[in-house]
């Protein structure tokens, strides 16, 4: 299996896995809450075996970025926008997850010339769209209690609600930005920037982008519901969906084999 290399280039980390012989564009592939570039390892080792070089960034102050200029919505989009801008120009293929689809939608519709192929999975992109609860208190007047009062088992537990998709060592490893108050920045500053009528100036312009999309999608979410998919399915022409029944909102983690494959199927790979 292709080797996963984590790099940190002033402050700003991401993991790459080099094809040793190129079968297509390169895939930049964007997490969310609360996880990192770590969420990727094994499919951007899949894709590296299929001959597809992989790049993932953490983003928002999370995994080993630091928070500078980072943990707001702006600052996330214009982090990510130079990193892009040092992937020499290619087209890739861009896979999103949660608060990765703000962001690697945003850049997508900024940048159409560079888009392959899109891989959307519980996420949301709508300018008319409402966060979900605990959102919107953190986005509220008690946002710092709340977040000061996040603790390591509540925070696994939390990961796990949808079943034991996360071992000690993910947890470990999501939870060190909370334990070096990164996280708790990065909690606060995305959401309460992430006001979704940001959104509206990039309505639209999914539908014109005229590329393969695949909609894949945990249909017990309860974060990202699965009305999402299938509006993504509406707006944008030719879209695939594929919905994973019993799986909740971190797909690739709770059916990870599953993802994987659909992936690498849908890249033809």
Known sequence: MAEVRLRIEEGFAYREALADRSRGDPVVLLHGFPESSRMWGPLIAALADAGRSSFAPDLYGLGDSSIE??????????????????????????????????????????????????????????????????????????????????????????LNAGGNAFDEEDVAAYWKPFEESRGQAATLGF????DMEKLAPWQGKLSELGVPTLLLWGAEDEFAPISGAHRFQREIPGAELVALEGIGHFVFDQAPERSIAEVLRFLGA
């Open 69 to 158: 200029g980072s943990v707001t919505f702006e600052g996330t989009l214009e982090s990510f926008t130079a990193f892009m801008e040092e992937r020499d120009g290619h087209r890739v293929a861009l896979i999103v997850h949660d608060w990765g689809g703000f962001i690697g939608l945003a850049w997508a519709c900024d940048h159409p010339e560079r888009i392959s192929s899109l891989v959307i999975s519980n996420a949301g992109f709508f300018s008319d769209g409402r966060w979900h609860g605990p959102a919107e208190a953190i986005r509220g007047e008690q946002g710092e209690a709340l977040v000061a009062a996040i603790e390591r088992d509540g925070f696994a537990a939390a």
């Open 191 to 194: 959401y309460r920037s992430m």
